[in-house]
């Protein structure tokens, strides 16, 4: 274990109120790691917020792979605020199912002289599956008071997958044989996931990962189950063939800038099937495929209608480049990757794209 994962384990072992917040549009790899690790921490006794929560549909659709029990979050403080000068005593009674607070005043008290409002509930500690200058940061704060930086982990898209870094944090877990069984499933399925069936991103490692989740009992027909349903989330079935088919007739490449372009409309979501609350996942699928087949080609990007503007999402191994989108306010960009919105046009997204192309040196791809 290395100093890092060290670290991180003190934190856990030593806290009990985590939070875990991912994007709200995650892909199920990333997905299924952070309900692993939320699992996980209930498992110890702990308590977790999981922000955004997941949809009943989700909850639905995925059955099979989450726990059959969602684990406890982390309730709000109410706070009930009395006006000192008028208050003489408060005393509380408790009855079977309720208790009852008895105000004694100092002189005519009304109900509107009575607040009461929610606090923000507090963590110990937050686990972040973004950068820190992400912009989801902000709407994760209108819901719960982060601890200070020093007790947030972020957990980030690199060569090792989220599952492996999911069992690095936890498998000193003590669990028992049937929730053993749940989270080495939740972490399997994102494996299969992250790696494309064992296709990408894998090396030693993450074969020794995925032998290790099986001997701990995952169940690897769980994603199989999920795939072969009439309508995934991007997944590998029909109407991700037909958005993959339509996006790979409508991808140029453009040698100038060693990049690949690809242009889908409102019309080819709508006659491949995929419905508005699984296109951002398909794209995303889309972007990947193509940046693995397109050869001698180090961005690549997609353009997509939505409902009223066109989108994009970025691929790049050019640092400069995303360097270059990151300081406009046109893209918000992690790592690798950036996602701009609320183009009026294809056109307008191209030339806003171009511009920064025109700024920026390729070398020679061999």
Same mark, same amino acid.
């Given at each position: 274990?290395?100093?890092?994962?060290?670290?991180?384990?003190?934190?856990?072992?030593?806290?009990?109120?985590?939070?875990?917040?991912t #994007?709200p549009q995650?892909? #199920?790899?990333?997905?299924?790691? #952070?309900?692993?690790?939320?699992?996980? /921490?209930?498992?110890?006794g702990?308590?977790?917020?999981?922000l955004?929560?997941?949809?009943?549909?989700? +909850?639905s659709?995925?059955?099979?792979?989450l726990?059959?029990?969602t684990? !406890?979050?982390?309730? @709000?403080?109410?706070?009930?605020?009395?006006?000192?000068?008028?208050?003489?005593? $408060?005393?509380?009674?408790?009855?079977?199912?309720t208790?009852?607070?008895?105000?004694?005043?100092?002189?005519?008290m009304?109900?509107? &002289?009575?607040?009461?409002?929610?606090? %923000?509930?507090?963590?110990?500690?937050?686990?972040?599956f973004?950068?820190?200058e992400?912009?989801?940061? =902000?709407?994760?704060?209108?819901?719960v008071?982060?601890?200070?930086?020093?007790?947030?982990?972020? /957990?980030?898209?690199?060569?090792?997958?989220?599952?492996?870094?999911?069992?690095? *944090?936890s498998?000193?877990?003590t669990?028992r044989?049937?929730?053993?069984?749940?989270? !080495?499933?939740?972490?399997?399925?994102? /494996? $299969?996931?992250?790696?494309?069936?064992?296709?990408?991103?894998?090396? !030693?490692?993450?074969?020794?990962?995925?032998?290790?989740?099986?001997?701990?009992?995952? =169940?690897?027909?769980?994603?199989? @189950?999920l795939?072969?349903?009439?309508?995934?989330?991007?997944?590998r079935?029909?109407?991700?063939?037909?958005?993959?088919g339509?996006?790979?007739?409508?991808?140029?490449?453009d040698?100038?800038?060693?990049?690949?372009?690809?242009f889908?409309?409102?019309?080819?979501?709508?006659k491949?099937?995929?419905q508005s &609350?699984?296109?951002?996942?398909?794209?995303?699928?889309?972007?990947?495929?193509?940046?693995?087949?397109?050869? #001698?080609?180090?961005?690549?990007? %997609? %353009?997509?209608?939505?409902?009223p503007? $066109?989108?994009? *999402?970025?691929?790049?191994? =050019?640092? @400069?480049?995303?360097?270059?989108?990151?300081?406009?306010d046109?893209?918000?960009?992690a790592?690798?990757?950036?996602?701009?919105? &609320?183009?009026?046009s294809? +056109?307008?997204?191209?030339?806003k *794209?171009?511009?920064?192309?025109?700024?920026?040196?390729? &070398?020679? *791809?061999?």
């Amino acid at each position: 274990m290395n100093e890092l994962a060290s670290a991180i384990h003190t934190l856990i072992e030593t806290h009990e109120r985590f939070l875990i917040a991912t #994007r709200p549009q995650a892909q #199920r790899n990333v997905i299924f790691a #952070r309900e692993a690790l939320r699992f996980a /921490l209930a498992t110890r006794g702990a308590k977790a917020i999981a922000l955004p929560e997941l949809s009943p549909s989700h +909850t639905s659709e995925w059955a099979g792979i989450l726990p059959p029990k969602t684990p !406890a979050s982390i309730p @709000a403080k109410i706070i009930i605020s009395l006006p000192k000068n008028k208050t003489k005593e $408060v005393q509380y009674k408790e009855h079977d199912d309720t208790t009852t607070f008895v105000i004694t005043p100092k002189e005519k008290m009304d109900a509107k &002289d009575i607040t009461v409002r929610e606090e %923000l509930p507090e963590v110990d500690v937050a686990f972040f599956f973004f950068p820190y200058e992400d912009s989801f940061r =902000n709407e994760v704060i209108k819901h719960v008071s982060l601890p200070s930086k020093e007790k947030m982990v972020f /957990l980030l898209e690199n060569e090792k997958t989220m599952a492996e870094k999911i069992y690095t *944090i936890s498998e000193s877990t003590t669990f028992r044989p049937e929730e053993e069984i749940v989270w !080495a499933t939740l972490l399997y399925c994102s /494996l $299969v996931l992250e790696t494309d069936n064992f296709r990408i991103k894998t090396n !030693a490692d993450s074969f020794h990962l995925a032998e290790q989740l099986v001997k701990r009992g995952a =169940n690897t027909d769980a994603l199989a @189950a999920l795939e072969e349903q009439k309508e995934g989330d991007g997944g590998r079935n029909l109407s991700y063939a037909q958005i993959l088919g339509r996006a790979l007739a409508r991808t140029q490449v453009d040698e100038a800038t060693h990049s690949s372009w690809t242009f889908l409309t409102q019309k080819d979501f709508q006659k491949s099937g995929i419905q508005s &609350d699984k296109k951002e996942v398909a794209v995303k699928d889309v972007l990947e495929y193509i940046e693995r087949i397109v050869p #001698r080609v180090e961005t690549s990007f %997609l %353009l997509w209608e939505g409902n009223p503007h $066109v989108s994009c *999402i970025i691929k790049s191994k =050019n640092n @400069a480049f995303i360097s270059r989108c990151a300081a406009t306010d046109s893209f918000s960009c992690a790592r690798t990757v950036c996602r701009g919105e &609320d183009f009026s046009s294809f +056109t307008h997204a191209e030339l806003k *794209i171009r511009e920064l192309l025109k700024e920026t040196k390729y &070398d020679t *791809i061999m």
